[in-house]
T-cell receptor, first 111, second 112 residues
Framework: GQQVMQIPQYQHVQEGEDFTTYCNSSTTLSNIQWYKQRPGGHPVFLIQLVKSGEVKKQKRLTFQFGEAKKNSSLHITATQTTDVGTYFCAGRTGTASKLTFGTGTRLQVTL | DAGVTQSPTHLIKTRGQHVTLRCSPISGHKSVSWYQQVLGQGPQFIFQYYEKEERGRGNFPDRFSARQFPNYSSELNVNALLLGDSALYLC???????????FGPGTRLTVT
């Protein structure tokens, strides 16, 4: 079945440093979504990418969808303590309704 | 507007028992999906319902079933509970079956 892996599993940075998480799918995706889950909370939708090679920015966050639509990345510039949480990518294949979540990257930010 | 609501928030059950979890989507959303999230892992897709019809099913045993009502609320039922069913059960609603998901706070199920 489809697998979606993320690296790293965990990253600890100091406030102000940059952070990147990478997402790799075993199959070609029709679209990819990114979610953030704070400790003890539920996933919150961040963005959806659909087109091959697409790049979208949200303030300090930059999202990319690979040319082959099998990988994606999330880059955070100048992290803040409010960025703490686990970041998940989630992808769909074809017209399937099933959303497959990645393994997640837990980000810890300290002062 | 209210977000996705789920009930109960916490539940403790014994092995072999049955459980029903409930979800109310955001007003106007016709799609509801259910996910199981084990501690330290990503959510695993269980079911999606759109306009009261099942649109997708994940790799879960037949002990898991769900339905969606005319008001678009949904129930997830799990029979013959196993210890491994202990998890956070998340409900998510969306306007269409392929758009972004809005998650509820989840139901924490503990099976002893």
């Amino acid at each position: 079945g489809q697998q979606v892996m993320q690296i790293p599993q965990y990253q600890h940075v100091q406030e102000g440093e940059d952070f990147t998480t990478y997402c790799n799918s075993s199959t070609t995706l029709s679209n990819i979504q990114w979610y953030k889950q704070r400790p003890g909370g539920h996933p919150v939708f961040l963005i959806q990418l659909v087109k091959s090679g697409e790049v979208k920015k949200q303030k300090r966050l930059t999202f990319q969808f690979g040319e082959a639509k099998k990988n994606s990345s999330l880059h955070i510039t100048a992290t803040q303590t409010t960025d703490v949480g686990t970041y998940f990518c989630a992808g769909r294949t074809g017209t399937a309704s099933k959303l497959t979540f990645g393994t997640g990257t837990r980000l810890q930010v300290t002062l | 507007d209210a977000g996705v609501t789920q009930s109960p928030t916490h539940l403790i059950k014994t092995r072999g028992q049955h459980v029903t979890l409930r979800c109310s989507p955001i007003s106007g959303h016709k799609s509801v999906s259910w996910y199981q999230q084990v501690l330290g892992q990503g959510p695993q897709f269980i079911f999606q319902y759109y306009e009261k019809e099942e649109r997708g099913r994940g790799n879960f045993p037949d002990r898991f079933s769900a339905r969606q009502f005319p008001n678009y609320s949904s129930e997830l039922n799990v029979n013959a509970l196993l210890l491994g069913d202990s998890a956070l059960y998340l409900c998510a609603s969306s306007g269409t079956s392929g758009s972004e998901q809005y998650f509820g706070p989840g139901t924490r199920l503990t099976v002893t």
